[in-house]
C-alpha cells in the first residue's frame, strides 16, 4: 500500500503570527512532522512526503530536517478560506503528470506536532485491514470534558445541558460518565485516495478511530497552546517520548 505524508503549511496565520514556523522548543512547529514524517520514510512506510506550502521561507526554516522537495502550492488554494481537500487534491495531480500514484494519503497537519511512529503504523494497518473504512482518525478519550457536562446558557440566562439525551447527573464524577466519549485530535487522517479524487472527502462515511494517548493529541491554535506546548517538551515525565526529536534539536541548535 503506497502512502502520501501530506503536510498541510500555507504561510500567514489570523490567530499566531505564522503559526507554522513559529518555534517550539527552538524548533520551528512545522519541523516536528516533517522530521516523523522523513523517519518513516526511511523505514519504507511513507512511499513520499510533501510539505504543501506557497512559501519558499517556510521551506527554508525546514532545511534542517533534511527535507528538500521545492513544491509550492498555487496561491489561488493558499488563502484562507481554501479548504485542504483542494491542496491535496492539486498535490496528487502533480504526482500524477509524473506518472506516480497513491493508494492513501496520510495528513500530518504541523499544529500537531507530538506523534510517534508506531501510531502512524497503527493506522495503516487499521486501513489495510478493514476495506470498507474510508479513513482512519485519531482520537482521544475525554475525562473532564466529557459531553455531560458541556453546557449552553438557555434564554434565561441559566446553564442547561447542551444535550438532553446525555445530562449530567448529580453529584458528578467523571469517572461514573457513560458512554465513553472521544473526540478527533487532528494528529493523524489516513483517508483512501478515491474517497478524496471522486467525493472530495477527508474522512467520509466510515471512519476508524486510532485511539492515542492525550499526550500526542497536542494540537496548537492559540499562543496560550504553544506554552502548553513547551511546558510538556520540557517535563521529564514525557522525556521518553520526546526523545524522537533529540536529534533535530541538535540540528536546530548547531
Do not use: W
Not at 14 to 19: A, E, L, N, Q
Not at 173 to 200: H, N
Amino acid at each position: 500500500m503506497n502512502t502520501l505524508a501530506f503536510i498541510p503549511a500555507r504561510s500567514g496565520s489570523k490567530g499566531v503570527k505564522d503559526k507554522n514556523i513559529r518555534n517550539l522548543n527552538g524548533i520551528p512547529l512545522l519541523a516536528y512532522s516533517v522530521h516523523i514524517a522523513q523517519m518513516c520514510m526511511k523505514q519504507e512506510i511513507f512511499s513520499d512526503v510533501l510539505v504543501s506550502t506557497d512559501s519558499i521561507h517556510y521551506l527554508e526554516q525546514i532545511k534542517q530536517t533534511g527535507y528538500t522537495n521545492k513544491y509550492i502550492r498555487p496561491k489561488e488554494i493558499a488563502q484562507d478560506e481554501s479548504p485542504t481537500i483542494d491542496a491535496i487534491i492539486h498535490a496528487i495531480n502533480d504526482y500524477a503528470k509524473k506518472n506516480i500514484f497513491f493508494d492513501n494519503v496520510m495528513i500530518l497537519q504541523p499544529t500537531s506536532p507530538f506523534r510517534c511512529i508506531q501510531d502512524i503504523k497503527k493506522a495503516i494497518q487499521i486501513l489495510e485491514s478493514n476495506p470498507l473504512t474510508t479513513c482512519v482518525a485519531s482520537v482521544f478519550k475525554l475525562g473532564d470534558h466529557h459531553p455531560r457536562r458541556i453546557k449552553l446558557i438557555n434564554k434565561d440566562g441559566f446553564l442547561d445541558d447542551f444535550c438532553n439525551e446525555y445530562k449530567e447527573p448529580e453529584p458528578s464524577r467523571r469517572q461514573d460518565f457513560t458512554p465513553d466519549a472521544f473526540i478527533r485530535s487532528g494528529s493523524i487522517y489516513l483517508t483512501k485516495t478515491e474517497l478524496i479524487m471522486k467525493q472530495k472527502l477527508i474522512r467520509g462515511s466510515y471512519v476508524k478511530p486510532l485511539e492515542i494517548s492525550e499526550f500526542y493529541s497536542v494540537n496548537i491554535d492559540e499562543e496560550v497552546d504553544f506554552f502548553k506546548a513547551e511546558a510538556l517538551i520540557n517535563s521529564n515525565k514525557y522525556k521518553k517520548e520526546l526523545d524522537v526529536f533529540e536529534k533535530l534539536k541538535f540540528k536546530y541548535d548547531a
